[in-house]
């Protein structure tokens, strides 16, 4: 079978640029009204999207009032979108810092039994203060020690996932006998951080569980994601490290026991559209126009764990001791080294830098044509740079329709992506095979 490309639409409310929420081509409606995400959700399953996919933050946002915030919770907004499409798949993040297995593990399989199969889960391992204090816990995890308990976190809910197999179900109204007991074994989960008994009291959903996603690129983040994630979120600005990303995750899989197949590595992109290059460029200097420096400063240090950029001026060109040791942030270690190999290779000045971050945060931005558009995605697809691409429109819904119905068409004309779907779960959209209910439990007793 001829590889496929992936696309996933990223749904962030009016855009993924910060100053799209003011822009006159984004959606008027509030961020808190279902139709916003509809609407979105719709125009990409109508362009044969593998799914729409939704972040999440569990602390307010930025408090000066300058940029948009508040977001509704993931796994509630996605359920009823559930009810409002047909075959997209509909990826959540869910902490693993956060939330107890028992929770999160009925939470996503009720999701996969209300969209028929099409749940996924983007496993994340939560870093911010804020949130910690939102939960009345202190924040003092380190980075590795994150990553020692959501091993655990996921083992729990993977075993929880296959402790009521669907099969249980026996449902004979003649017979009275509703369950085959038989079929059903506590998970009997017990790490050092977490115990679960089990079983789980939802039945095994259509995909057998619900696909794993995962967006780590540090060192440990890899590793989690060759042993656990079918669909990598990631981000480059470069083709080359791409290319090394790809290459070692698949290979850190194979370790595993794994195929290369297994996973679906998708970075992101977010293409500003025009009839010309110009036209297209012309967009990120509207939305740039739109944006405030303070709100910059404000993400660049949450960013950096803290530091304050407020006494560096704007328009000198950034050195590295301008940045704090990145190998000693606590939070998104690999990005913001990233962030300051990108700095430092293009001398940008901080103004540059949040200008640069206010498009994309540290992925890949670009501006051009529809055709501009399908030959980069197409060049990072065949070099092996990509499976597909986690889609950041800079507006939603004037970019995204541009994607859609101008960028989507030609990709299905190269042969690269589907005219229609050929299945109608998740796992089937990104080509994986099926998960079995009676693997041998990680871990449990």
Do not use: C
């Amino acid at each position: 079978m001829t590889r496929q490309l992936h696309l996933n639409l990223f749904l962030m409310s009016r855009g993924h640029h910060e100053g799209a929420w003011r822009h006159p081509g984004s959606n008027h409606k509030a961020l808190t009204d279902l139709e916003l995400y509809v609407e979105a959700a719709q125009i990409a399953e109508e362009a044969k999207f593998d799914a729409v996919f939704l972040a999440d933050t569990l602390a307010a946002g930025n408090s000066s009032g300058l940029a948009s915030s508040g977001s509704l919770e993931p796994i509630v907004l996605l359920s009823l979108l559930a009810a409002h499409t047909k075959k997209i798949g509909l990826i959540g993040t869910a902490s693993t810092t956060y939330s107890l297995p028992y929770t999160l593990a009925r939470q996503f399989a009720t999701l996969d039994h209300l969209s028929k199969g099409r749940a996924g889960w983007n496993i994340v391992t939560s870093w911010a203060p804020e949130a910690g204090a939102n939960y009345g816990l202190a924040q003092n995890v380190d980075h590795g020690d994150r990553y020692r308990l959501a091993e655990e976190f996921v083992e729990a809910v993977d075993a929880l996932w296959k402790s009521f197999p669907a099969d249980a179900v026996v449902d004979d109204r003649e017979a009275g006998r509703y369950l085959d007991t038989n079929r059903m074994r506590p998970a009997n989960y017990e790490g050092s951080h977490y115990k679960t008994k089990g079983p789980l009291n939802v039945p095994g959903s259509p995909q057998g569980r619900p696909v794993y996603i995962q967006a780590g690129q540090s060192d440990t983040g890899r590793s989690f994601a060759a042993r656990w994630a079918e669909a990598i979120f990631t981000a480059h600005m470069a083709i080359d490290s791409a290319k090394t990303f790809y290459s070692d995750v698949k290979n850190r899989a194979v370790a595993y026991g794994r195929r290369p197949e297994d996973i679906v590595v998708l970075p992101g992109i977010s293409a500003a559209i025009g009839s010309t290059k110009k036209e297209a460029e012309q967009v990120w200097e509207e939305l740039d126009a739109l944006t405030s420096t303070e709100v910059g400063l404000t993400r660049l240090s949450a960013r950096f764990g803290g530091h304050d950029f407020s006494h560096i001026p704007l328009d000198r060109p950034l050195a590295a001791g301008d940045f704090p040791d990145p190998n000693a942030v606590e939070a998104s270690r690999s990005r913001v080294i990233g962030y300051v190999e990108m700095t430092l290779r293009e001398k940008l000045t901080l103004r540059q830098l949040l200008r640069k971050l206010a498009g994309a945060r540290g992925h890949l931005a670009v501006a051009g044509t529809p055709d501009e558009i399908a030959d980069l995605i197409q060049e990072w697809f065949q070099s092996g740079a990509a499976d597909g691409f986690n889609v950041m429109p800079p507006i939603i819904n004037s970019q995204l329709k541009l994607f859609a119905e101008e960028v989507v068409p030609l990709l299905q004309k190269r042969g690269l992506f589907r005219l229609d779907y050929q299945g109608s779960t998740l796992r089937s959209h990104f080509g994986l095979g099926a998960v079995g209910v009676d693997a041998t439990l990680a871990r449990s007793a």
